[in-house]
C-alpha cells in the first residue's frame, strides 16, 4: 500500500502564526496516498458537477446562468429600462455571486443573448455579440438587458417560491433554483463536460414543448407516442432539416441517441447559363465560413467535381446565404449528395440528457423531463399561493383595525395626544376599540395626515377584495387538480407570448 509521510502540528488545522523551531519534531503522521488522493478527486469531481458543469432539470440553468439572471433582475436591469454595459453586469456577478473569472460569466452571457444558441434567448444584447464564425466584441463594447423571455424565469422568486443559500462568502444569498415558467431545458438546451460525464441537450420549440407539458398535466399515464405528438424532433434556432427521427425517439426514451440534420438549399440558376446550389440554413453550430472553406478544399483536390465558384454572402441581416455555382454538365442533386457526405451540411447531433435532478446528476428520457418541470412547477405555485395568502391575511387584519378605528377618528386622535408615552396609547387604542397588539402599533405608527385621509368606502372595498383573494388561494390549495389547471393556464399565457413557428423541418 502507498504511503507517505505529512508532518503537521495537529491533524486538520492550520498554525495560526509559522512553526516555531522544533514544534513539528516527532509529529509526522502516516497516510494512505491513493485514499487522499480518491477523497481529493471525488471533492473536485462533485464541485465541479454541481458547481458548474450540469443544468439544474428544473430551471434548465447552471449556476453562472442562473447567477446572471438572477443578479440582473437584482440591478432593475428589465426589458422596458436601458441597456448597461456587460462589463457592469460580469463584474456585480463576480463580486457577489460567482467566484470564478469574469471571461466565464461574459461567455455564459453572451450566449443567453445570441440567437442562433438560443431557441429563446434570455438577454437583449446590444452590439457585436458573435456569430458562428467569430466571437463577440469585449464586455467593454457591448451592453445588455434582461429579454422579456427571461421575466418568466425569474418572475415570482420574491414571494417564497424557491429556496436561497448562501453565496460563495456567506455575506449575501442568492436562488438555488429559479421559478422558471416554462420548461427551459428542453426549450433552450445546453451542454456542458463535468468529470466523468457530459451532457447535451438539443433545444425545442417552445409551443410544442408547452403543448406537451399540458398533456402530461392532464394526462400523468402519458406515453412517450402520445408525448411525441406534440414534441416529434429538436428544433435548432438555425433551421436545417433532421433526416429520420429514429434516432430521436431513441433519445427521447432513455436519454442517449443520434440523428443527423442536414443544410437547406435551394437549387436554381444562378446565372443566364450556370445552375448554383444555395444553402440557406445550415446545421446547429456550423458556421459558413467552415463550410465554404470545406468545400474549396474538396473542390481543389478534385473530391467534388463540378463546382466552378463558391459566394458567401451571408450577412447579419439576411441570414445564411452561399451560392456554389456548378460548372455545366454536371447535376445539382449529384454535387449535393457529395456535399452532404463530405461536408457539414450533414452533420450529427449527440444527445445526452444528463441533468441534476435533486443534487445529483441522472440521464432523463422526454417524460422525465417534463415531470421534473411539472413537479417544480407545482411546488413553486403552492409556496407562491401560500405566501400571497399570508400577505393579504396580514393585511386584512390591518384593514379591519383602521375600520374600527376610522368610525370614530376624532378619539383615535385624542388617545394618541392624551397619552404619556406611545406604551399607554397603545393598551388604551386596544381597550376602546378592541384592537389587537399588531393592529394598535400599525395605526401608532400610521402619520396622523394619513389616517385623517382615509376612506371608509375604500376601506370596505379593499377589506372584501382581500376576503375574496383568501377565499380563492384557500381553495386553490386545496385542490391538487386547481394547481395543475393554473399551471396549464400560465404555460398557455407564455405560449401565447413567446411561441413561433418551427424552424427545424423533419424530413424522411
Do not use: C, W
Not at 34 to 48: C, G, H, K
Not at 213 to 231: C, G, S, V, Y
Not at 477 to 500: P, Q
Amino acid at each position: 500500500m502507498a504511503t507517505a509521510k505529512k508532518t503537521t502540528a495537529t491533524k486538520g488545522k492550520k498554525a495560526a502564526a509559522g512553526p516555531k523551531p522544533g514544534e513539528f519534531a516527532g509529529k509526522i503522521v502516516d497516510i494512505d496516498v491513493s485514499s487522499e488522493m480518491s477523497e481529493s478527486f471525488l471533492e473536485y469531481a462533485y464541485s465541479v458537477i454541481y458547481s458548474r458543469a450540469l443544468p439544474d432539470a428544473r430551471d434548465g440553468l447552471k449556476p453562472v446562468h442562473r447567477r446572471i439572471l438572477h443578479q440582473m433582475a437584482d440591478m432593475g436591469l428589465r426589458p422596458d429600462r436601458g441597456h448597461v454595459k456587460s462589463a457592469r453586469v460580469v463584474g456585480e456577478v463576480m463580486g457577489k455571486l460567482h467566484p470564478h473569472g469574469d471571461g466565464a460569466i461574459y461567455d455564459a452571457l453572451v450566449r443567453m443573448a445570441q440567437s442562433f444558441s438560443m431557441q429563446l434567448p434570455l438577454i437583449d444584447g446590444h452590439g457585436n455579440f458573435g456569430s458562428l464564425d467569430s466571437g463577440p466584441a469585449a464586455m467593454r463594447y457591448t451592453e445588455a438587458r434582461l429579454a422579456s423571455a427571461a421575466l418568466a424565469m425569474v418572475a415570482e422568486s420574491d414571494e417564497n417560491t424557491v429556496d436561497f443559500g448562501p453565496n460563495y462568502d456567506g455575506q449575501l444569498s442568492e436562488p438555488l433554483v429559479l421559478p422558471a415558467a416554462y420548461p427551459n431545458l428542453l426549450v433552450n438546451g445546453g451542454s456542458g463536460i463535468a468529470v466523468g460525464m457530459a451532457t447535451n441537450m438539443a433545444p425545442h420549440n417552445l409551443g410544442e414543448v408547452i403543448a406537451a407539458t399540458k398533456f402530461l398535466i392532464d394526462n400523468p399515464k402519458a406515453t412517450l407516442n402520445q408525448l411525441m405528438k406534440h414534441i416529434q424532433a429538436p428544433d435548432f434556432p438555425t433551421g436545417g432539416e433532421i433526416v429520420g427521427i429514429e434516432g430521436v425517439r431513441e433519445a427521447y426514451a432513455t436519454g442517449k441517441g443520434s440523428f443527423k440534420v442536414r443544410a437547406t438549399v435551394e437549387i436554381s440558376k444562378v446565372t443566364s447559363r450556370k445552375m448554383g446550389i444555395i444553402i440557406k440554413e445550415l446545421p446547429f453550430n456550423i458556421g459558413p465560413e467552415k463550410v465554404v472553406e470545406r468545400i474549396a478544399d474538396l473542390a481543389k483536390a478534385k473530391k467534388i467535381q463540378g463546382i466552378s465558384d463558391i459566394i458567401d454572402l451571408t450577412d447579419g441581416q439576411t441570414g445564411t446565404n452561399v451560392v456554389i455555382e456548378l460548372k455545366n454538365g454536371f447535376e445539382p442533386e449529384d454535387v449535393l449528395e457529395k456535399l452532404y457526405k463530405l461536408t457539414p451540411m450533414e452533420d450529427a447531433f449527440a444527445i445526452n440528457a444528463v441533468a441534476l435532478v435533486k443534487g445529483r446528476p441522472q440521464t432523463l428520457g422526454l417524460k422525465e423531463l417534463l415531470q421534473v418541470f411539472i413537479d417544480h412547477r407545482i411546488e413553486v405555485v403552492t409556496r407562491r399561493s401560500e405566501f400571497r395568502k399570508a400577505k393579504a391575511t396580514a393585511r386584512l387584519l390591518m384593514v379591519d383595525g383602521l375600520l374600527k378605528a376610522i368610525i370614530d377618528i376624532d378619539k383615535v386622535i385624542k388617545i394618541i395626544r392624551g397619552s404619556e408615552d406611545a406604551t399607554a396609547a397603545k393598551a388604551s387604542l386596544i381597550k376602546d376599540f378592541k384592537l389587537n397588539d399588531e393592529q394598535a402599533t400599525y395605526i401608532l405608527d400610521m402619520p396622523l395626515r394619513r389616517l385623517t385621509k382615509m376612506s371608509k368606502l375604500e376601506l370596505e372595498s379593499e377589506q372584501k377584495e382581500l376576503k375574496k383573494i383568501i377565499a380563492d388561494l384557500t381553495a386553490l390549495l386545496k385542490s391538487d387538480e386547481n394547481i395543475r389547471a393554473l399551471i396549464s393556464t400560465e404555460l398557455t399565457a407564455v405560449a401565447k407570448s413567446y411561441a413561433t413557428p418551427r424552424r427545424t423541418r423533419i424530413g424522411e
